[in-house]
């Protein structure tokens, strides 16, 4: 059964461009690195561009510990958790719907 996971946080404004630089490294391994992460989405606020919310589907419980454990994670948030401004806001969902989903996402989160 899919996971669905967001995570928001804010960073330091002098740490800005070191955190996107980090963002965009950290994607680009998932993409590689995790098979069973579905979705790695890293959005940033218009209004408030230290702000991010971080949008995870995966798998199944196995691929989000995969995800939670892997050496990229690690790396990611030994750079990132000195700059943040707070903590990391870490928050489970449910699908309620969507465009673009995997056909088995859809159909195994509405069984829920």
Known sequence: ????????????????EKCERAIERFADRIRLEEPGTRVYLSLQDNAERTRFLHVMV????QAEEQHRHSPATQEFTTLLYPELMGGVDFHDHHLAGGVGLPAQAKAQSSSQ
């Open 58 to 61: 995966f798998d199944d419980e």
């Open 1 to 16: 059964m899919p996971i669905f996971t967001t995570a928001s946080f804010r960073v330091r404004p002098e740490s800005l």
